[in-house]
């Protein structure tokens, strides 16, 4: 099976790149997130995770680490940090080094108005023809965080516009996990719903989708073509809580066409792909309760592959078999062999928790 991982993220979370005091409250709920999605080996100390991490490091926990083939970078726009946590600059290098391994996703805020329109251009010009744009639902200036929502036409709706006219074709947005003490408004789903109907020619990538707001999630999977879901965070219960995993996927897959649109992704480095991985591929089917109740079919080898890659690949209309064959001996194929290295071994990690 081919794993095109579609969110990964090095991110600064070194005290030296906080802009304001919000910073510290996110660098405490994702370094407690990595403790509490990770199983026994996983676990990183809070020196350890707390760091600038590096884009090399991400890729080798990638690709040398884990089974994953290709993954998406994000450009994160959270003016918390000053680099916005996943920065340009870290996206430029991977386009740089790697360019066979990733694809790459610009990151705006819409709050920003027309700073953000060329913000959003000079990155476009930057990486070679990217293919979507990241959002966050909040705007974090100075002391005060600000949120917007996804049907606003004088915030948000200018960011699709312009973002179709420059070839982007998916606009992905941080819901369900709210990033610190912040109004819950703007991580709901409905607000998709208008962006979906005003924009048919944009897929909408929910970021997180299952992890909060399931039912919305998966009605909005059966009703738009264009609403796609990114099982980031979501991925990690496939390990630490199994049963609570089995019902969110019964949940999106409910709809008849709705697999065609749920896509795999690791968030990687907020926790280590490779054990979540292992276990949706290798272990994960629906208990006879829910198949013989009627409540979903038994999830077959063939979804699995579409989760896993396939759909990711139709969405942006890329070449799978062509991407694999440009990286079946390269240095990351080389590296990993048969088995995947050691958890956190090529990177620069000096213990785990």
Same mark, same amino acid.
């Given at each position: 099976?081919?794993?095109?991982?579609?969110?990964?993220?090095?991110?600064?979370?070194?005290?030296?790149?906080?802009?304001?005091?919000?910073?510290? $409250?996110?660098?405490?709920?994702?370094?407690?997130?990595?403790?509490?999605? $990770?199983?026994?080996?996983?676990?990183?100390? @809070?020196?350890?995770?707390?760091?600038?991490?590096?884009?090399?490091?991400?890729?080798?926990?990638?690709?040398?680490?884990?089974?994953?083939?290709?993954?998406?970078?994000?450009?994160?726009? &959270?003016?918390?940090?000053?680099?916005?946590?996943?920065?340009? *600059?870290?996206?430029?290098?991977?386009?740089?080094?790697?360019?066979?391994?990733?694809?790459?996703?610009?990151?705006?805020?819409?709050?920003?108005? /027309?700073?953000?329109?060329?913000?959003?251009?000079?990155?476009?010009?930057?990486?070679?023809?990217?293919? =979507?744009?990241? +959002?966050?639902?909040?705007?974090?200036?100075?002391?005060?965080?600000?949120?917007?929502?996804?049907?606003?036409?004088?915030?948000?709706?200018?960011?699709?516009?312009?973002?179709?006219? +420059?070839?982007?074709? #998916?606009?992905?947005?941080?819901?369900?996990?709210?990033? =610190?003490?912040?109004?819950?408004?703007?991580?709901?789903?409905?607000?998709? /719903?208008?962006?979906?109907?005003?924009?048919?020619?944009?897929?909408?990538? &929910?970021?997180?989708?299952?992890?909060?707001?399931?039912?919305?999630?998966?009605?909005? +999977?059966?009703?738009?073509?264009?609403?796609?879901?990114?099982?980031?965070?979501?991925? @990690?219960?496939?390990?630490?809580?199994?049963?609570?995993?089995?019902?969110?996927?019964?949940?999106?897959?409910?709809?008849?066409?709705?697999?065609?649109? &749920?896509?795999?992704? #690791?968030?990687?480095?907020?926790?280590?792909?490779?054990?979540?991985?292992?276990?949706?591929?290798? *272990?994960?089917?629906?208990?006879?309760? +829910?198949?013989?109740?009627?409540?979903?079919?038994? &999830? #077959?080898?063939?979804?699995?592959?579409?989760?896993?890659? *396939?759909?990711?690949?139709?969405?942006?209309?890329?070449?799978?078999?062509?991407?694999?064959?440009?990286?079946?001996?390269?240095?990351?194929?080389?590296?990993?062999?048969?088995?995947?290295?050691?958890?956190?071994? @090529?990177?620069?990690? $000096?213990?785990?928790?």
């Amino acid at each position: 099976m081919c794993v095109f991982d579609a969110v990964v993220h090095p991110y600064n979370l070194d005290e030296t790149n906080f802009a304001t005091e919000h910073a510290r $409250s996110i660098t405490t709920m994702l370094s407690r997130g990595n403790a509490g999605t $990770s199983p026994e080996g996983y676990r990183l100390s @809070t020196e350890d995770y707390e760091r600038d991490w590096g884009i090399d490091e991400v890729a080798t926990m990638s690709f040398v680490e884990c089974y994953t083939d290709l993954a998406a970078y994000h450009v994160t726009p &959270i003016r918390a940090f000053h680099d916005g946590v996943n920065s340009v *600059e870290k996206g430029l290098e991977a386009q740089e080094r790697w360019s066979d391994r990733f694809v790459f996703y610009v990151g705006v805020d819409p709050m920003e108005g /027309d700073a953000a329109l060329e913000d959003l251009e000079r990155q476009v010009e930057l990486f070679h023809d990217p293919v =979507g744009l990241k +959002l966050y639902p909040n705007s974090w200036t100075a002391g005060e965080v600000r949120g917007w929502l996804m049907d606003d036409p004088e915030v948000a709706f200018p960011v699709f516009e312009r973002a179709a006219q +420059l070839g982007i074709r #998916t606009v992905a947005i941080h819901k369900a996990l709210p990033l =610190g003490p912040v109004e819950l408004l703007h991580y709901r789903v409905d607000d998709i /719903d208008r962006a979906a109907i005003a924009f048919p020619q944009l897929n909408f990538e &929910i970021v997180h989708g299952g992890m909060a707001f399931l039912e919305e999630t998966a009605w909005q +999977l059966a009703r738009f073509d264009n609403v796609w879901v990114n099982l980031e965070s979501t991925a @990690t219960m496939a390990r630490r809580r199994p049963k609570a995993f089995e019902h969110a996927m019964a949940t999106l897959m409910r709809g008849p066409k709705s697999i065609e649109r &749920i896509l795999w992704g #690791t968030g990687a480095m907020v926790a280590h792909p490779r054990p979540h991985l292992e276990a949706f591929a290798r *272990e994960f089917r629906f208990s006879d309760e +829910l198949v013989e109740g009627g409540i979903v079919a038994q &999830i #077959t080898e063939d979804d699995k592959r579409a989760i896993l890659g *396939e759909n990711y690949a139709r969405m942006h209309g890329i070449d799978l078999e062509a991407r694999l064959a440009a990286i079946a001996d390269d240095d990351f194929a080389r590296r990993r062999g048969d088995e995947p290295a050691p958890p956190y071994s @090529t990177t620069r990690v $000096s213990v785990l928790a």
